[in-house]
T-cell receptor
Framework: GNSVTQMKGPVTLSEEAFLTINCTYT??????LFWYVQYPGEGLQLLLK?????DKGSNKGFEATYRKETTSFHLEKGSVQVSDSAVYFC????????????FGPGTRLSVLP | EAGVVQSPRYKIIEKKQPVAFWCNPI?????LYWYRQNLGQGPELLIR????????DSQLPKDRFSAERLKGVDSTLKIQPAELGDSAVYLC???????????????FGPGTRLTVT
């Protein structure tokens, strides 16, 4: 089956530190990969995506590269801010006609001033 | 453009009582999803609609959960009777096929936080 594994949190960093949140996946077929972010009290928001191998998704200073050889999609940001404190979810979907998403358990990030 | 709307935002009920959640997706989005998110976990799909048809309800506990999307727009998810283990956040999301790009972006509502006592 399809599954997503994320590093366990919480991750606590100081402002301007470098961030990496690991994500690996198993999938039958050729998945599209996503990172979603959930701020306190809000619904999930799409942060970035990649639909084929070696694609790099980027948004708001965050980046992730689709690595088929290592089945990974690690999230990185060079300099985090307090406002980045949230829960980050890695997700995949393998679709031809289906659109079902599989989410990882989430990684909570806390950025301290 | 208005986002996905859900109501209520919070609901507290006693076990064995019924409860219903409502979702209005983004205009023009033909696909609608209901997810359950337990504390500290990622969302898990309960049911997916394509227009008014439930195309995947394999994870929906059909003995107590039901859902409908009669006109292919808004949707209602019902639990009857509720159990203590149903306490969670119930998320609604919608999406539309994005042309030739093989990705289906989902737009989430804020969720309904259900507490069963």
């Amino acid at each position: 089956g399809n599954s997503v594994t994320q590093m366990k949190g919480p991750v606590t960093l100081s402002e301007e530190a470098f961030l990496t949140i690991n994500c690996t996946y198993t999938a039958t077929g050729y998945p599209s990969l996503f990172w979603y972010v959930q701020y306190p009290g809000e619904g999930l928001q799409l942060l970035l995506k990649a639909t084929k191998a070696d694609d790099k998704g980027s948004n708001k200073g965050f980046e992730a590269t689709y690595r088929k050889e290592t089945t990974s999609f690690h999230l990185e940001k060079g300099s985090v801010q307090v406002s980045d404190s949230a829960v980050y979810f890695c997700a995949l979907t393998v679709n031809n006609y289906g659109q079902n998403f599989v989410f990882g358990p989430g990684t909570r990030l806390s950025v301290l001033p | 453009e208005a986002g996905v709307v859900q109501s209520p935002r919070y609901k507290i009920i006693e076990k064995k009582q019924p409860v219903a959640f409502w979702c209005n997706p983004i205009s023009g989005h033909n696909t609608l999803y209901w997810y359950r998110q337990n504390l500290g976990q990622g969302p898990e799909l309960l049911i997916r609609y394509e227009n008014e048809e439930a195309v995947d309800d394999s994870q929906l506990p059909k003995d107590r959960f039901s859902a409908e999307r009669l006109k292919g727009v808004d949707s209602t998810l019902k639990i009857q009777p509720a159990e203590l283990g149903d306490s969670a956040v119930y998320l609604c999301a919608s999406s539309a096929l994005n042309g030739a790009v093989r990705s289906y972006e989902q737009y989430f509502g804020p969720g309904t936080r259900l507490t069963v006592t």
